[in-house]
């Protein structure tokens, strides 16, 4: 019988694309939080959160299922329903777009800054309606968006601002963490991500409105913790005021996620380290640019995009190709929302979405994790070297 191909476990692949980082404490600590009676909505959740908001330096935390849920619990505590407008970059993972439809409005798409991949705030401006109510920055790639310009935008129209940080734990703007700029941040810890719980998310903010509302609407609306019903008084007796879903983020993952938090930095580190050897090797190539070289030090680098010019004679679909013929796997970060069916359907746009449309013909995202060797790299390299030459001398 043939052998089913396993591309996560392809011998053929010297370089994979992302390589989670799971190391022996991360074990220990899964294995210590099994052993507790309590699995869910306990102690290591708490302490995730606590931890969250020193690094983040936000009010609240809450840890939530991923950032799909700390999403649509955003955009409900924001009051956002049918015949709502939200303005979202039309480069973004459709999670973002699922969050808005979820909540029965309407995902408007903004077209992005050729340079850096974030939402363009002209766009926004062009984007802007009667019915529109809040706008979605995406810090797209770990590199945060103009966040002075969008809350200015954002005060100046009355709009709510739910900041999509599932690129960017360890991302500053002006020495600020990003999602303590809007009304929240919601943040990932997917698999590729900078820090992993297999799946989970975060919601960030500082209205004490807001967090009551999301801690008690990520568990179905209850008004109590597991621990207080089954401390005081009947287990049963508790109350729903406000509709809730089952969001929750369990006592394994939180003390994942409270272990990676520890190596965060140095994780981080590891990817700008990478991404400056990537920077410093690719600059001379003939072709391709390189990701925007402003304000470097305070992006987390969750990738690295390429762009494949016109004149380099190679397209973005021939070098994946040749890149994956060598053992190499790369990806594209994103089709853009609008050539999606769904979104046809769903979607709006006032605006031009040109750049965008352009880009999605000339991005690739380079292999990046931490603990890329160097080997890898310089096999990265060669082999965009080769392919580049090759047509070049066509
Ligand atoms: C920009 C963006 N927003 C939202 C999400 C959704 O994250 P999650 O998978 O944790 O729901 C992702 C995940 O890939 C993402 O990249």
């Not at 408007?108 to 340079?115: H, P």
């Not at 494949?308 to 021939?318: D, F, L, P």
């Not at 040749?322 to 990806?331: E, K, Y």
């Amino acid at each position: 019988m043939k052998k089913k191909l396993d591309a996560f476990n392809d011998k053929k692949i010297k370089v994979p694309f992302v390589v989670p980082t799971i190391n022996s404490s991360d074990k220990k600590e899964v294995a210590s939080a099994l052993s507790s009676n309590l699995l869910t909505d306990g102690p290591n959740l708490r302490k995730f959160e606590k931890n969250f908001s020193r690094l983040t330096k936000s009010k609240f935390s809450i840890g939530v299922s991923n950032a799909t849920s700390a999403l649509i619990l955003s955009l409900k505590s924001l009051g956002i329903s049918k015949n709502d407008e939200v303005i979202i970059p039309n480069i973004t993972f459709v999670a973002t777009a699922n969050a808005v439809l979820s909540c029965g409005a309407t995902p408007i798409l903004a077209d992005v800054n050729y340079d850096d991949l974030n939402i363009s705030t002209n766009s926004i401006e062009e984007n802007i309606s009667k019915k529109t109510k809040a706008i979605i920055p995406v810090h797209f790639a770990g590199r945060s968006c103009n966040m002075q310009k969008i809350m200015s935008i954002a005060k100046k129209n009355n709009l709510k601002i739910v900041e999509d940080c599932a690129h960017s734990l360890g991302t500053y703007y002006k020495k600020k963490h990003v999602g303590t700029f809007g009304d929240t941040g919601c943040f990932s810890f997917y698999p590729t991500k900078n820090l992993t719980t297999f799946e989970g998310g975060m919601v960030t903010c500082k209205s004490n409105s807001i967090a009551k509302h999301i801690q008690k609407a990520r568990n179905h609306g209850i008004d109590k913790s597991l621990q207080d019903r089954f401390t005081k008084g009947y287990p049963w007796e508790f109350d729903i005021q406000n509709f809730g879903y089952n969001y929750r983020l369990d006592e394994i993952r939180s003390a994942l996620g409270n272990n990676q938090l520890k190596r965060l930095k140095n994780m981080n580190s590891d990817r700008r380290t990478a991404a400056k050897y990537y920077d410093s090797k690719l600059k001379d190539l003939y072709g391709i640019t390189l990701p925007s070289q402003t304000d470097t030090s305070k992006n987390s680098w969750h990738l690295y995009v390429i762009k494949i010019q016109k004149t380099s004679k190679t397209s973005r679909n021939s070098l994946f190709n040749f890149l994956l013929s060598r053992g190499i796997r790369t990806s594209v970060h994103y089709k853009p929302l609008n050539l999606f069916t769904i979104y046809k359907k769903t979607a709006k746009t006032y605006s031009s979405l040109n750049i965008s449309k352009k880009l999605y013909d000339e991005i690739l995202s380079l292999p990046m994790f931490p603990g890329i060797s160097r080997k890898q790299q310089n096999l990265v390299v060669a082999a965009i070297k080769e392919k580049l030459d090759h047509n070049r001398n066509e």
